[in-house]
């Protein structure tokens, strides 16, 4: 990933001295092909709502036509935007590079009363929020034979109730709890764990630098911005 994030900066810094509006362009919306239609189980198709998802790309195509310069996070995401926009888009991914910031193998974490450590099985699933716009019912009805077949795995279920983009779960409801109801008589509710147990915390920060220099941040805090500078 290193060398990808490489040639992109590269591409983006070429051309620096030429921008005056650069966006980040996440998605456009079609009524075939990609969010819209991808889950039979909750696609509803008709006339009016693809006319008022054709509608959302308006200030889209607004921006596209404004910017200089535009970055997408994916070469998947570059693909739905316009043909005729391409040739001002680049690709620079947004992941995390886990060679230069990575966990502490030391670390452990108490959950339902067992402490996992690194080496232990874990399945994690962490999204925004749990909705089956992010395929949270799918991660949920494999559940049951993932554990058959994992007798030593544990599961950390990381998310909120709400809904991000996808439609709303029935009134009085959410999608976590609904999916949680379709299989919890076939799961063991002891290796189901849902969010992070109160008084968790990201206990170190280690950053190495390009040039082989490292920084460190202890225990930074949540919801606060941290600036960290290269040391001589």
């Known amino acids: 990933m290193s060398a ?6 590269a591409e983006l810094n070429s051309r620096c001295n030429a921008i005056e509006e650069c966006y980040e362009f996440m998605l456009a919306y079609a009524a075939q092909g990609l969010d819209f239609d991808f889950d039979p189980e909750f696609h509803r198709d008709d006339l009016a ?3 008022r998802l054709r ?3 308006a200030h889209l195509l607004m921006a596209l036509a404004d910017m200089d310069w535009g970055i997408c996070p994916t070469e998947f995401q570059r693909s739905t935007v316009p043909p005729e926009f391409h040739a001002r888009t680049c690709v620079i991914f947004d992941g995390i590079d886990t060679a230069v910031v990575r966990p502490d193998p030391g670390a452990s974490v108490t959950v339902g009363g067992r402490t996992l450590r ?3 099985e ?3 699933f962490v999204n925004r929020n749990l909705e089956p716009y992010r395929g949270y019912h799918v991660f949920m009805r494999a559940l049951p034979e993932i554990l058959r077949q994992r007798p030593d795995a544990t599961v950390l279920v990381v998310g909120g109730d709400g ?4 439609a709303s779960a029935p009134e009085g409801k959410n999608w976590k709890q609904i999916f949680f109801d379709e299989v919890k008589d076939r799961i063991d509710p002891a290796r189901v764990h849902f969010g992070i ?5 990201l206990q170190r920060l280690e950053i190495d630098w390009p040039d082989g220099a490292a920084s460190a941040v202890d225990a930074p805090q949540a919801q606060t ?8």
Do not use: F, H
Not at 4 to 9: F, P, S, T, V, Y
Not at 225 to 232: K, W
């Open 118 to 120: 690194a080496g232990d």
């Open 49 to 51: 709502r693809r006319a």
């Open 4 to 9: 990808i994030l490489e040639a992109a900066r």
């Open 163 to 166: 809904v991000s983009y996808g």
């Open 122 to 124: 874990v399945l994690t």
């Open 225 to 232: 911005l941290v600036t960290v500078t290269r040391g001589g």
């Open 197 to 201: 147990p109160q008084g968790v915390a």
């Open 55 to 57: 509608a959302k790309n």
